[in-house]
């Protein structure tokens, strides 16, 4: 037979690729109906874990095809002499097509393309977002240094001394070493008001978190009527708590007057 | 000026959710206020009306004049219920039964005739024609004091008082209100406008089901003119067709708004 010249490696290789693919398109497929079927979406948070398991899937596929590069070039897919070639055309064909699916081939040129086009793109933009980290992260240290930092003096200062630093300032700096536990207290009380002022910051934004509004509760009274929306403009327009007991038609009568006084 | 607008009412399950998609569409944080509004009624008669005499339009300052005198030809053609609206602080409020004897009553620093406050007048809204939103003219003079000793001075009487809770979002020249009417629980502080305002707690709703009122409104200086009027027309109606499925806006049957005193 045909896989006699395949050594047992050889064999686990090619069944630990099938493996992998069955892996991949089962994640595909449950991904598919997830967003397909739930509703809301899913939480992007359990996207994201999804789409990081695909990619290390696509990773292990990519490493372990260029592992056995060499056995996957080498090795040919025939039918055996006994296959029902005739009856199970169709399956045969798809068993040993070796050329993309159409739709696949189409996806696969679009890619390319966008590899072409701009090979740097994605590297552009890891330096400009570097370039901008860097640069923000400079003006912050400057911050810190100046108006955040409580130590006066460097560790050599300290340890050469503090009283022999010839600082040439007129003002008295404080000598004593900033205590090590307050400062983390403070440090840890600055992250926390730091925290606290990004979730104000937030307020307005922050779906889950309740609107500030209302200005208290309300007594219910237990001898009001259920109005209706006409009923509450009526009140707000005019004080009237109840339907005019004219018919339309005195009021109109009035507004006539009323015209020709004018 | 011109008012065009269309209501909604929300109830107040759907409050906290109507909040913030007006948050959100709007982009901006509700403007919450408390106003106490008082309710003035003009003489019942239907000739013969004084409106506001000279000296009173006289003594305003030369800015206002033309807003007096505009309201004054409204009130000489026809009597009307006019609001006198305050904004006032929370902390205006007096304290509950159990807070009162241990903190003074923080009622208004001063009566409402000596705090500034802004006269609001409503026409009638215009008859429904082939426009699709409410339209009525509408006078406001802003930042005035003592105007319930100037609505006394022309014959107004005082008939009765409420506080309106609003949130205001403001989009484009569009203005979303979202308020809702409070009573007060005592008839005779209702019937006193100096008396001063009960703990905010004790307040009633109007509506048993304490439903609030969402009206949007573009304001223009000239509802007679086509252009304006268009404007104002097609940007409540994006806006009704954007919350269509959240906010039913819909149109009022004018006489529900009618501001003319009755003659009853």
């Given at each position: 037979m045909a896989y006699a010249s395949l050594t047992p490696e050889e064999l686990k290789a090619l069944d630990a690729t099938r493996q992998k693919f069955f892996q991949l398109t089962s994640s595909i497929q449950s991904l598919k109906n997830d967003l397909a079927r739930t509703h809301p979406l899913p939480q992007w948070s359990s996207l994201q874990v999804t789409t990081a398991m695909l990619s290390n899937y696509m990773d292990s596929i990519t490493r372990h095809l260029a592992e056995h590069s060499e056995l996957m070039n080498k090795v040919v897919v025939y039918p055996s002499t006994n296959y029902p070639g005739r009856e199970q055309e169709g399956l045969l064909g798809m068993l040993l097509r070796k050329k993309l699916e159409p739709p696949v081939e189409a996806l696969v040129e679009e890619a390319r393309e966008i590899e072409i086009k701009n090979p740097k793109a994605v590297s552009q933009e890891n330096e400009e977002f570097a370039d901008w980290a860097a640069g923000w992260i400079h003006q912050r240290v400057a911050t810190a240094a100046q108006s955040?930092?409580?130590?006066?003096?460097t560790q050599d200062e300290r340890i050469a001394?503090?009283?022999?630093?010839?600082?040439?300032?007129r003002r008295k700096i404080d000598l004593k070493p900033p205590k090590i536990a307050s400062e983390e207290e403070e440090s840890s009380e600055e992250e926390g008001s730091e925290d606290e002022e990004m979730e104000d910051a937030g307020l307005d934004t922050a779906p889950t978190r309740p609107v500030e509004f209302g200005m208290g509760t309300v007594r219910k009274n237990p001898n009001a009527l259920v109005r209706t929306e006409d009923d509450i403009l009526r009140f707000a327009t005019n004080g009237a708590t109840s339907a005019p007991a004219a018919p339309p038609s005195t009021l109109n009568t009035v507004w006539s007057v009323g015209k020709k006084a004018k | 000026m011109h008012e065009l607008f269309l209501t909604a009412s929300v109830p107040n399950d759907d409050l906290t959710r109507a909040v913030r998609i007006l948050q959100g569409f709007c982009g901006m944080k509700p403007q919450a206020f408390l106003c106490r509004r008082l309710m003035w009624e003009g003489p019942r008669l239907r000739t013969g009306l004084k409106g506001i005499p000279g000296d009173v339009i006289s003594k305003q300052t030369p800015a206002k004049q033309p807003l007096w005198k505009t309201l004054h030809e409204q009130l000489v053609r026809q009597s009307y219920v006019v609001a006198l609206v305050y904004e006032i602080e929370k902390g205006a409020f007096g304290q509950s039964t159990e807070q009162q004897d241990e903190r003074p009553n923080h009622s208004l620093p001063s009566t409402c005739d000596q705090s500034p406050g802004t006269l609001r007048w409503n026409e009638l809204p215009d008859p429904v024609d082939a426009r699709p939103v409410n339209t009525r003219a509408m006078l406001q003079i802003d930042n005035e004091r003592g105007l319930c000793s100037t609505m006394k001075s022309i014959g107004y009487r005082f008939t009765g008082q409420m506080v309106q809770e609003c949130y205001r979002f403001i989009n484009g020249n569009v203005i979303f209100d979202l308020s809702r009417y409070l009573q007060l629980p005592d008839d005779s502080q209702a019937s006193d406008y100096n008396s001063p305002l009960p703990a905010f707690e004790t307040l009633t709703p109007f509506d048993e089901e304490n439903k609030w009122i969402l009206m949007i409104s573009v304001r223009v200086?000239?509802?007679?003119?086509p252009d304006q009027a268009q404007q104002a027309v097609s940007e409540l109606m994006t806006t009704r067709s954007e919350f269509e499925g959240c906010f039913n806006f819909h149109m009022v049957a004018r006489l529900t708004m009618d501001t003319r005193t009755r003659m009853t």
């Open positions: 955040e930092m409580v130590e006066n003096f001394g503090v009283e022999n630093v010839r600082t040439g300032l | 200086v000239n509802g007679k003119d």
